[in-house]
């Protein structure tokens, strides 16, 4: 299998590739950089311009491979593409190379430490088939980095096995220790103060024990599979918002979420809603998006 990286020309980062290499020693993959030209015309072309807009795509894409190789060296093999849609010509790519995970940096215009999406980035993340790597903005890692762990958030929800599982094998092939975790954000007041906090907190637990019920039922289910990490820690996050659930269950240097795709989205396919876009707007780790499976 392969971990392709996404690199374009508009990268403002080398995160994607940091967050790649990292990937792939870790699990002992074949490591691909892609750069994506966008080719805005239909080429060939018989006027001299489109020779010309052609030999310049072409040129623009060896120098930002050349900058990635710079990154990498020469562990990782590079290819240049070209298309009308950067997110289309990826997606084919990641299936010709059969890569398990599709990295891509941050865009320039988020917050120091966290995920911002650009806009091929968020396409993917309503059409991809294979799971997409996202690295936090100014991510980098030491040479010989690895992933030492690998914390997947699960809900409440009967799609919290497909996830678990999806991210267990993605953890077992890198080699590290997996945790699950389920987020509880109580955000504003959930009911009148007449009605008293004491109402609030009772639904917070009720919530709380159906988590854990499924948390089971999903780590459970692991032991039917050979190829899975078993995890060493489970746990419910609570928080009154979600900087403050997912900054308080601690994280280690090397470490990524995984998590899972909306299930209002197509099955095989990642499509991201309003929780998954929160998780990964606040958190301080990589985050890998795996596709919902049923």
Known sequence: MTILVAHGPDARGPEGLYLGQQLARSGGERLVVCCVTHNRWQLPSVARVGDDYARGLSEL?????????????????????S???????????AEAQSA????????????????????????????????????????????DARITRVTVSTNDTETATGVLLTAARVTHALGAPLRVVTFAVRGRTMYPPRAGLHVEDAIIESWKQIARERQQVAVRELDRFDDVSSPDE??????????????GIGWQDGEVLAIGSSREGPLTRVFVGSTAARIIRYSPVPVIVVPRTK
Do not use: M
Request: charged share 20%; glycine share 10%.
């Open 100 to 143: 398990r995970v599709l990295v891509c940096g941050s865009s320039a215009d988020g917050p120091w430490g966290h995920i911002a999406l650009g806009s091929v980035t968020d396409r993917l993340l309503h059409s991809s088939s294979v799971s997409i790597g996202l690295a936090p903005r100014g991510y980098r890692v030491a040479a």
């Open 61 to 81: 894409a060896e120098q930002t491979l050349a900058d990635a190789r710079e990154v990498v060296g020469d562990q990782a093999e590079f290819v240049a593409r």
């Open 83 to 93: 298309g009308r849609s950067v997110a289309s010509v990826l997606l084919a790519e």
């Open 234 to 247: 489970v746990l419910i996050a609570d928080g009154r918002d979600w900087y403050e659930a997912l900054d």
